[in-house]
């Protein structure tokens, strides 16, 4: 199948565009443009959204993964509203718009699987996570609503809510080392990918082993 996938820089991202079963389509924010199978650029740039419609047509995309995304953690007054619109934009603004373009061909042609990469966060506040417990709870709502309009489209829709994984994100955690690989959580996204079974599934939880 044909995949795009969003944030391949870095840990999940980029464990998930090794996948050598597909054709993986990544998105870097930086990189050679020179590769036409490459999406470079910011997503949060409102000229990125034409480019991003272009390249889902014309490489036939089949399946995309929501993956970009940054991390927020602190008390509310320690935030800069810098931050917290750029956290707010990368986590729900831009995905929905993205998503939009996605929804909007997958219905035309009929078919299509969007796999959104969400969060524990996005199920669960803590402590000086507000806001990016704010952007991962509107995704949740976002994707949750849109399942349901996407009955009979023949488009799937699957959330994926994994906990903490060994990435840039998580690299001042004391426990970083015992946290999720992300390439056994890249491996179970697959496994969602491949599903011929009879059943669908419309989103997973993701625990990290507690030995």
């Known amino acids: 199948m044909n995949i795009l996938i969003t944030g391949c820089g870095s840990g999940l991202g980029l464990s998930l565009?090794?996948?050598?079963n597909h054709t993986i389509f990544p998105h870097y924010r930086t990189g050679d443009t020179s590769n036409q199978d490459f999406l470079i650029g910011d997503l949060n740039e409102p000229s990125f959204l034409n480019?991003?419609?272009?390249?889902?047509?014309?490489?036939?995309?089949?399946v995309f993964i929501n993956n970009a995304g940054v991390y927020l953690g602190d008390s509310l007054e320690n935030n800069s509203d810098e931050q917290i619109v750029n956290t707010l934009t990368t986590n729900l603004i831009t995905p929905i718009l993205?998503?939009?373009?996605?929804?909007?061909?997958?219905?035309?042609?009929?078919?299509?699987?969007?796999?959104?990469?969400?969060?524990?966060?996005?199920?669960?506040?803590?402590?000086?996570?507000?806001?990016?417990?704010?952007?991962?709870?509107g995704l949740h709502g976002f994707s949750k609503s849109l399942q349901i309009e996407?009955?009979?489209?023949?488009?799937?829709?699957?959330?994926?809510?994994?906990?903490?994984?060994?990435?840039?994100?998580t690299?001042?955690?004391?426990?970083?080392?015992?946290?999720?690989?992300?390439?056994?959580?890249s491996d179970l996204i697959y496994d969602i990918v491949d599903?011929?079974?009879?059943?669908?599934?419309?989103?997973i939880v993701i625990r990290r082993k507690v030995k």
């Open 17 to 20: 565009s090794k996948n050598k």
């Open 51 to 62: 480019r991003f419609s272009d390249f889902i047509v014309d490489k036939n995309v089949e």
């Open 98 to 137: 993205l998503t939009k373009r996605v929804f909007s061909y997958f219905k035309n042609k009929g078919s299509g699987l969007i796999v959104n990469i969400n969060s524990l966060a996005g199920k669960t506040p803590s402590a000086k996570e507000s806001i990016y417990c704010a952007s991962k709870f």
């Open 150 to 169: 996407a009955i009979g489209t023949g488009i799937e829709i699957v959330d994926v809510y994994p906990g903490a994984i060994q990435t840039r994100m």
């Open 171 to 185: 690299s001042h955690r004391p426990n970083h080392k015992s946290l999720m690989s992300p390439d056994d959580v």
């Open 195 to 203: 599903n011929n079974k009879s059943y669908y599934l419309n989103e």
